[in-house]
């Protein structure tokens, strides 16, 4: 389809609904990243072939530890019998610590037995491991072994027997005192700094490198975790960089001063760094925790990485930092340096090598990923402000491009600066073809949420001279909503948090109790519903008017997997008189409520069965919430 000047004769549009917000992922125009996961291990679970000479592991041995973490699963948290069953579980991995963690199954077990380990027989485990420590971090099952036993570390770190200075006596014949968890990490990390590079550069050690950046430097990140995770789980998402939820422990200052010295190594081989894929993720995750713990070493890596890149290829048509944000490699570690940056060398980096080249960056499928963490990354209305004007124009063929994620991203950037919200809201009417006749703006929220244009998702075939036909209101109440994208409802939540929402507002106002079900029960569309109970720019007045159309649904509302969700949600906000109006409703159908795996829940929370027996204890019960909750809320309004 033409990307040409709009003409109110040109049929209508489908846009393409862009990838996931993970890299990679189907339709996202997005090439595969190439060797981010380990490959997998044998289907035989034998271990690494005979070159690696690791010790075999006998069914039999692997059987009883297999029994032995059963055992523990299913003995009391608390109590002295399970603390001693893993202390002689652990015991017997220590013995085996090296075929374990060389076998494939054995290597499950491993991880979830360390989770269950006390301070002391982690660091006889740890030490039974360091003199194979090379060959266990670039195993395809080791590797996994050690990533669990650093994720340890913020559970064992501060418990009493890391802070006695006892030391224990040789045992088994084993030479000298058993190290100190701090001492184990620090071995570690000081083995990795003295072969950087290689660890960096191989598929699964720099896994063992990532995780260990974390820990050093107190912070665990959300999208780590999850990848660790999901490297036996085929289904895990993968957060994107700006979705990570860090969690932050205690540290002693030693760590931080190793982070130092590994960060150093980066700049010694920045290119190697830039350019090859799998050292690239080490620089990202160091990034992401040095712009928390040591942000000027954080704008130092930043800067070296622009330099170089700046440096590289010169070309007559503009910056040659533009050449590498086409590049697959490159382009993910740019993504992650607009996310770092402060706001003045972020405004110097658009001036200097973005401005003039966004419309372009757009509609490139590698190139636009780094334009949406730009958007993401804007704070100010002094960078905005140009970027909008470069971007606006292009808006309607940037979404027929299939790159939807920079739309929601300049969306986004509306939103959190408070700047052109207007302006951006009349761009979108005007690309979904929804403008004129105003009589079609009504139908704006099943459009932004499928990402299709009126004609498309209405069925229109619009004749040559003819203009764009007034809304139907009778064929858009018979027409059952459709598919809610990501990052459609990604769209709706941002612009339901825009100062002037009032046109969403009554487009879902116009909804059908069926379509605002649809909208609800939606993995994606029920946070459509959380923006409009949350959003401080939605009235009560105008939040009732909405939420009064599910009316007659809460039955359908409450059976289903995110409709419940969101019937709490609606409940937890709700004045005596709505509750009673949705107890009584759900009240008619209670039996039917027990039975289901949602229901049951939602007739737990509304305390449906004294509804229904003891009204007037039912009412007394939730009179007394609705005032604790209006005093909390006097209370933070103050």
């Not at 972020?346 to 963490?373: T, V």
Request: aromatic fraction near 4%; charge should be neutral.
């Amino acid at each position: 389809m033409g990307l040409g000047p709009r003409s109110p004769h040109r049929a209508g549009r489908r846009f393409p609904a862009g990838g996931k917000r993970g890299r990679g992922a189907k339709g996202s125009g997005r090439p595969p990243p190439g060797r981010r996961q380990p490959p997998c291990p044998p289907p035989d679970g034998s271990s690494e072939p005979a070159l690696d000479a690791h010790p075999h592991l006998s069914p039999e041995a692997l059987g009883y530890f297999r029994q032995a973490l059963s055992a523990l699963k299913e003995a009391p948290e608390t109590g002295e019998e399970r603390e001693l069953m893993a202390h002689n579980v652990l015991k017997e991995v220590e013995a085996q610590a090296l075929a374990l963690a060389t076998n494939r199954t054995g290597s499950e077990i491993m991880q979830e037995l360390l989770g269950f380990s006390s301070l002391k027989p982690l660091c006889r485990v740890w030490a039974a491991l360091r003199s194979s420590l090379r060959s266990v971090a670039c195993h395809r099952c080791g590797v996994h072994v050690l990533q669990s036993a650093l994720l340890q570390v913020p559970r064992l770190l501060g418990s009493p027997a890391e802070k006695e200075e006892d030391v224990e006596e040789e045992e088994n014949g084993k030479d000298g005192p058993l190290e100190t968890l701090e001492e184990l990490v620090l071995g570690l990390a000081s083995e990795v700094c003295d072969d950087f590079l290689f660890y960096c550069g191989d598929t699964h050690g720099s896994f063992v490198v990532r995780t260990l950046l974390q820990v050093l430097g107190g912070t665990l990140l959300e999208s780590e975790r999850a990848r660790h995770r999901g490297s036996q789980s085929p289904d895990s998402q993968k957060s994107p960089a700006r979705e990570c939820k860090p969690t932050d422990f205690e540290v002693p200052e030693t760590f931080l001063n190793r982070l130092q010295d590994l960060s150093s190594c980066f700049l010694k081989d920045i290119s190697v760094f830039i350019t090859d894929k799998i050292s690239s993720f080490c620089l990202q995750v160091a990034l992401q925790i040095l712009h928390r713990k040591r942000p000027q070493l954080c704008a130092h890596l930043c800067g070296a990485v622009i330099g170089y890149l700046s440096s590289r290829n010169p070309s007559a048509n503009g910056s040659p930092l533009l050449l590498f944000l086409r590049d697959q490699t490159s382009s993910r570690l740019l993504e992650q340096v607009l996310l770092v940056l402060e706001p003045r060398k972020l405004q110097s980096l658009f001036e200097d090598h973005f401005r003039g080249q966004l419309q372009a960056l757009a509609a490139h499928p590698i190139a636009n990923f780094p334009l949406q963490r730009l958007l993401d990354a804007i704070t100010t209305p002094e960078l905005l402000s140009p970027v909008f004007e470069e971007l606006s124009p292009a808006l309607e063929a940037v979404l027929a491009q299939g790159h939807p994620g920079v739309v929601i991203a300049l969306v986004g950037a509306c939103r959190r600066v408070g700047a052109h919200q207007a302006q951006v809201l009349q761009l979108l009417l005007e690309a979904f073809h929804c403008a004129e006749p105003s009589s079609r703006q009504v139908a704006c929220v099943p459009l932004f949420a499928t990402l299709m244009a009126y004609e498309v998702y209405y069925g229109l075939l619009e004749e040559g001279g003819a203009g764009p036909a007034e809304h139907q209101v009778d064929m858009a109440t018979a027409r059952a909503l459709g598919d809610v994208t990501v990052l459609g409802s990604l769209l709706l939540q941002h612009l339901l948090h825009f100062s002037s929402p009032g046109i969403i507002l009554q487009s879902l106002g116009a909804l059908t109790g069926p379509q605002l079900l649809t909208l609800a029960q939606s993995p994606a569309g029920s946070h459509v519903l959380d923006a409009i109970l949350t959003s401080p720019s939605v009235t009560r007045k105008q939040r009732r008017r909405v939420l009064k159309t599910l009316k007659g649904q809460y039955v359908a509302l409450a059976c289903s997997r995110h409709g419940s969700r969101v019937l709490d949600a609606i409940w937890s906000g709700a004045a005596l008189g709505a509750r009673k109006e949705i107890a009584a409703e759900l009240g008619e159908r209670n039996q039917e409520l027990i039975r289901d795996p949602f229901g049951h829940h939602v007739a737990r929370n509304v305390a449906l069965t004294t509804f229904l027996k003891r009204r007037e204890a039912w009412e007394q019960q939730q009179g007394a919430v609705a005032k604790r909750r209006r005093a909390l809320n006097s209370i933070l309004e103050d």
